[in-house]
């Protein structure tokens, strides 16, 4: 078969056709974005934000996922699923936390980097704290006592509440259990440009239950509380921001000793947390932070004729102001100085 002058052009317009569009493929996928995953972040080993490898003490990190994956209500909950931590029943039907093996007055208990109060014999009950609005929890296996006090002996869990998604956002959860135990929480969120504002509240209750049917007493009598909690985060201008964060925490228990002894428990803690933080240039930088609680326990138990028997108040006031100055003279180094009251 013989090829004309027309034939052998349109061969060669169509073989330099398909070579300059494979090679122009090929530039396409070598200039794609490279996508990396990029390591966990933690602040609370150093108060300051580190890579999860980078750090002197072992510590585990609990995300949103896992949470959710193991289908827990309460903090307690969460904890006891995690290795080399123990949570020890409280008389009163809470439950403390153990660390590297000691008592539970030595496991130091944070919520966005700042300490709840309220222990009874030492344990700080931390079933009372909701899982519906964390992001995260870091679990510190250690000393941190040169960073959180004495009470930082055994180790440290910081609980990180969710910072709310661009735009407006919202979710309603409800959970019924055993015991008629139901767990209703509600979600809120609005975060736009320098705006950041978030709500939550959590209802939970129980019957109760008992493990021993013959003594005539409940295991954990029946119980009702709800949380409340909001975090603001508002950027002045490019150096300056501030963060505010409450949060209200109430319970009513019966309070049963024996058959003829019976009353009433109550629980009330709320804490405020108000935080300003300025740049004053590449290098230098402020931090102002001042934080306040109170927890109150109030329980009483009345004779069969409603006479008093006995009562018993506890009340605990935290007010903690603290200022820091940062330097970076580089990229890889940093010195933090500052002081703060604790009364």
Known sequence: MSLNKNNILIFFLIFFGQLLFSQEKKRMVSDSTKIENLEDVIVTATRTTR??????????????????SVGSMRLND??????????????????????????????LILVDGVPLIGRSAGTLDISR????????????????????????LGGVVNIITKTPKPGFNGNLNSRMGSFSTYDNSLNLGYRKEKL????????????????????????VDPFSN????????????????VFFSG????????????????????????????KLTHNYNSKWGSYFEFYTTRYKANEYLNNPDD?????SNFNQLLVRPEMRATFNPNKRNNLIGGGGLEP
């Open 78 to 107: 969460i904890l006891n699923e995690q290795t080399g931590l123990i949570t020890i029943p409280d008389f009163g039907g809470g439950e403390g936390l153990q660390l590297q093996g000691l008592d539970s007055q030595y496991t």
């Open 51 to 68: 890579q999860l490898s980078s750090l002197p003490l072992p510590v585990q990190l609990v995300s949103k996922k896992e949470i959710i």
């Open 307 to 311: 006479s008093r028997y006995s009562e």
């Open 196 to 219: 950041s504002l978030g709500g939550f509240f959590n209802s939970f209750s129980s019957n109760g239950y008992d493990l021993n049917e013959t003594d005539g007493l409940n295991t």
């Open 247 to 274: 949060r209200y925490y109430n319970q009513d228990q019966d309070h049963v000793a024996s058959e003829d002894l019976k009353g009433e428990s109550k629980v009330n803690e709320w804490n405020a947390h108000f």
């Open 226 to 241: 709800y949380t409340l909690n909001t975090k603001l985060d508002y950027k002045l201008n490019k150096r300056t921001s």
């Open 129 to 152: 704290i909701t899982v519906g609005n964390i992001k995260q929890i870091e679990i510190v296996k250690g000393a941190s006592s040169s960073l959180y006090g004495s009470e930082a």
